[in-house]
DNA sequence: TTTCTCACA
DNA sequence: TGTGAGCA
């Protein structure tokens, strides 16, 4: 080992006193997300391109991505691990909401 | 230093 | 899909 000095990332959302989960308020950059799933940055920016995840944009016009995305990223993966297209996994969210939405309506209907 | 967009293999 | 150039 040449050197050992590790940087603290002050960056990492933080659960002060566990009362607020704001899943879509804590923001990691490009770079944090890519890391904690192991894939390239550029790939994170395909995927915006490919409009399967729509992360929110600083004023420097850099990517910031909520905890609420990197779930969605970690879904997308799983995805194209099994030879999913980014097509095909945005094809597979759609069809997940519409699921949601109908699974509502049902509820609602039983519910009268 | 990190991220951005664009472009090429 | 991965990598590099040039910029902010």
């Given at each position: 080992m040449t050197d050992d000095s590790r940087q603290d990332d002050s960056q990492q959302p933080q659960q002060?006193?566990?009362?607020?989960?704001d899943t879509s308020a804590p923001f990691y950059t490009i770079g944090q997300v890519a890391e904690l799933l192991g894939m390239q940055p550029a790939a994170l920016r395909r995927l915006d391109e490919q409009e399967i995840v729509s992360p929110e944009r600083s004023e420097g016009g850099q990517r910031r991505y909520s905890q609420d995305e990197v779930q969605r990223l970690r879904e997308v993966l799983e995805l194209t691990e099994e030879g999913v297209t980014l097509p095909g996994v945005r094809k597979v969210l759609e069809l997940r909401q519409q699921v949601d939405e109908l699974k509502e309506e049902v509820a609602e209907l039983k519910g009268q």
């Open positions: 002060s006193a566990g009362l607020i989960e």
